[in-house]
């Protein structure tokens, strides 16, 4: 029997990840350093692992509120007045979620009407794209350019903007592309989300892994609060990947409307990462400096060595991902990344898994030891060698 | 802090090569640096932290020391004398109910007994000894001796 007629058009047409693709090759091979996981390589700290133990033994083991715990959304407006200047009531402007994934999901889904268009910046965060798809939208891709350390411009938003347009996506720091904006930048595309009436889903999920100067939430800049979704999450800055918990904050009728989409499909995130996630942000600040110490020196060691064997690279500004140009070897980021793969047993995602004009880069993730860093860019430069004699 | 001490403390099993790659230093320039912290009186030295089976490892005791405190040098010379012994590994001044904490080993129980009892209770100016031996190690100088646990496997690519 054909069971495949049984699925929805929509999701037949949709694409499968580039990252799946090349985590196919990945997965069938041995002793392969990666440098492919858009993940922390630090376990959660202890503490944080104990207190969702603690939670564990003292029966949390219930549903909570669709809104999460109140004493989370506590800790959650706290933490935004302290670190980005922004204040959320926890009564009705904070949601907590199943991750930034479901936050973006239920965000896409609450506020896409079939048609709508959607613009985000490219080469972006895989699932960007396709959750726009999901709910009917058109994506609308603004490039970004290694020319601009890939933060976005107004001027890209204008030649890209076309009549329809109602959300911009952000990610800031950017994965893939560890580009971010200057606060002049973000000023710039504030003014242009007010002048084209937008509203802004700003995913910043990698903002306490900003390396230089400051990172500022478009959300604190006048007159965007009340436009602005903010997404944030516990699974980079706190290494609570697997924990899955993140939480959108916005004006209430917004934060409302999440919320029906969430209770009817989430209910509520886990209680135990709930707890997890209040230890976090009460007593995670000192653990959290020192992993962005960490990732930091592994930034400044890899992509000096990048640029040393000729794969020219920007410094990317926050979150933990280089992303190298590979033009110097004359092959585009496929056959780049899979040779590498083959010869080298090093992978580095190709860059167009985040959009098309992410083609003519890879992506290296440093979060990983020096060692594997060390061992890494000798064999890439091993490889490039080769290719050059 | 120095950049190599820094280094050392975030992850010590790196050699002299990769510690220069690392930071962008030349081997001689890492060298140089640790030459100074020794010279300094900040690196002492160096030595592996290791798992061994319980009945080969060194059987080892803490001990509480209770001293007569000196004129002048307070618990600094007798301290510094008890220091020496080779079947001293540390020896720590301690607030509250003793003055001396002494981590000692030796390579049976006996010779552990006959240090106390021989060499450290019948120096003049030690009051009075309690002796602890240990059991079991759970971790070791931040490592932890069941490394099972932590050995997680993580996706290849993840986006
Ligand atoms: C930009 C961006 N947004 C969202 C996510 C998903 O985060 P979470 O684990 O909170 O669902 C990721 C994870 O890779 C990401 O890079």
Known sequence: MDTTRYIARHVVDLPRSGIRDFFEIVSKMQDVISLGIGEPDFDTPWHIREAAIYALEKGKTHYTSNLGLIELRRSIHRYLERHFGISYRPEDEILVTVGVSEALDIAFRALVNPGDKVMFHQPCYVSYHPSITLTHGKAVPVPTFAKDNFALTAEALEKAWEPGCKLLVLNLPCNPTGGTCTRAQLEAIAKFAIEKDLLVLSDEIYAELTFDGEHVSIASLPGMKDRTIFLHGFSKAFAMTGWRIGYACGPAALVEAMMKVHQYSMMCASIISQEAAIEALERGSDGMKAMRDQYHRRRDFIVRRLNEIGLKCHVPRGSFYAFPSVEVTGMNEKDFAVGLLKAERVAMVPGSAFGANGAGFCRACFATSYEHLIEAANRIERYVSKLKA | ?159
């Open chain 2, 1 to 159: 802090m120095n950049p190599v001490l820094k280094l050392l403390l975030e992850s010590g099993g790196l050699s002299t090569a990769e510690m220069a790659q690392v930071l962008n230093l030349s081997e001689a320039e890492v060298n140089r640096h640790l030459d100074q912290l020794r010279k300094d009186g900040v690196l002492l030295g160096w030595r592996p932290v290791l798992n061994i089976p319980e009945e080969d490892g060194a059987v080892r005791a803490v001990i509480e020391v209770r001293l007569t405190p000196e004129r002048g040098g307070g618990f600094n010379r007798l301290a510094e004398r008890i220091s020496r012994f080779d079947e001293v590994e540390s020896c720590y001044l301690m607030s509250g109910g003793y003055d001396l904490l002494v981590f000692v080993s030796g390579s049976s129980l006996q010779k552990v007994a006959a240090f106390v009892s021989e060499k450290l209770s019948t120096l003049e100016g030690v009051l009075s000894t309690a002796t602890h031996f240990l059991l079991r190690t759970y971790k070791e100088q931040g490592f932890l001796m069941d490394t099972r646990a932590e050995d997680n496997e993580r996706l290849k690519v993840s986006p």
